[in-house]
DNA sequence: ATGAAAGCGCTAACAT
DNA sequence: ATGTTAGCGCTTTCAT
């Protein structure tokens, strides 16, 4: 079988008998009123019809500077939180005329280093990403390029630069709160000890609450590790399950930490909520299969992702101020 | 501030004094052996390091006719099922070299349709997709273009072409023989109504299976359409809590199906499992929550995306025969 | 061992 | 209204 080149806009212009230029001018839309005759359009895109012609965007992009790809990202795609937050990305990108490529970190920095050197030297017109614990000079490779980001989910806090996030120490707080109005005096909170804002203030806004009412216990604190997860916690849940005073509620401070912790509730006997409340930052789509009360925070995540996706488009069409969006959360119940 | 253009290959050769072409060789790793002085590659390198040179992807591809992309099209990348195995497709595809662009059909065909466009028009070296019911012609667009291809999770019966699925049909009969074992009679089926092949076996197998044992039912098969799944298992779940007959158990056919209709299981008072019994295609990271004995079907996802881009990456190699491969799932149970 | 130059497919500025 | 041409940054063949 003959090796197909494939037909470029040379070979089309070649047919018609006319210029390269006259024929990308039709076919990339820019032959708008005067430029060039009906006639001459309309010949030239039969002929690209009939000669099944696709534009070489590895072409244009050389060409033009644009890639019109946006570069995404997160921590794990195949976490509920991340996958939402990069579908609606994705989404949101499409109505721009945006591609998306997406990476993973698992919150490790060597990953994330390459993540983002891979996406600059792939010529990504912007980059959204979820800041990893420690990297904010990594970040700061993106911006030495000039080329527009934005943070989401977390935000370095000396780093001059968009960031879509949502409020959670004022949540965390207003949870703990809720459940202090309940009754309940012992209130454990499990949390991933990385040191990315969006965790450490979830922990303190519960902590302050705590300590607001006095019922701060350091003890019922307990800081996870990301790589030993499950492990540690089912270990806090053993030690809950065990401590001097009876434990009226947790706190979880993601999605994988509450269903983690949740089944080793279940497998300690504890049970729910009769034993112990539960309380889960962020929705669970299977919420519905637990049939318990869940008190659960949830984050806006589709305006989130059409809102980093806006800001970027922003900022790569030229304007340079920064945005700075802390979106308000809601505090659900599930009885 | 000055408009700083990045700096090229030919900055540092200009800056050395030496040629382009030897530069590029250096830095593209060509280097080796007798082609350039080891004193020459060594300054190359430092100019490089020095100057902070980044190369430029599309250049390269341009020149090279490789954009070292995959594409990847899945139905909702936020789905449970379809971020892991985006998830392991892409860190396989970073094995080796690849990175990954990612785009949702939402079982759409027209977005189908747009994915492979844009994907083709990126020069992506090749394609791994799902399959969308009705979309054959589109996916030949992309073999008419020469791109390699891998199907995953379902593939379209006259299409000559590569795909990772599961024994869909044979695991399915198998789950309605094991509840029959167990002595249930009564046993319904929901299942989406459109006609892809991991859908359509998955029903066949019950119904085969049931057929055999004398019990099926035809009231008890219900068809669910995507779009309005959620209403429509809703109406399914009270229909069977109303059957003349008690229902004994109920097969969902995917992930989604199941939370939704567990939800309403529970929400029209049915208990699991001493009303019905539940079985669910696919695992859920959070069945945990649920606390409650459950039926499930687990695939390989990390070994089906592993293996889809090996076969890509072979393809893209230059191998033309292709594979078929179906994975082996496994019958699990939840006490 | 290194330089020179063509070419990848397209855009865009400048001519005509 | 259309043609011409010079890039975009890199690879690669062919000279030297």
Redesign the pocket.
Known sequence: MKKK?????????DK??????????V??G??K?????????KKVKEAAEEMN??????????????TMTIGVIVTDISNEFFGNLTFHIQEQAKKYGYTVITTNTNEDLDEFNDAVTTLLNKQVDGIIFVPVDNGQQIAEKITKRHIPLVQVDRFYPNFKANYVVVDNYKVSAKATEHLIKKGLKKIAVICYDFDVNALTERRQGCIDMLRQYKLLDPGLIKDIRYQDQEEEIKQAIHDLKNYPDKIDAIYFCSRKVFITGVGYMYKNEIRIPEDMEVVCFDKIDSFAIANIPIIYIEQPIKKMGEKAVDILVEQIKGSDDVKQYVFDTKLMYIN
């Open positions: 080149r494939k037909v470029s806009i040379q070979d089309i212009a018609l008998g006319v210029s390269k230029g006259t024929v990308s001018l076919l990339s820019k032959a009123g005067s430029r060039v005759s009906d006639e001459m359009c012609y696709q534009p070489n965007e590895i072409a244009r992009s050389l060409s033009t500077g644009k």
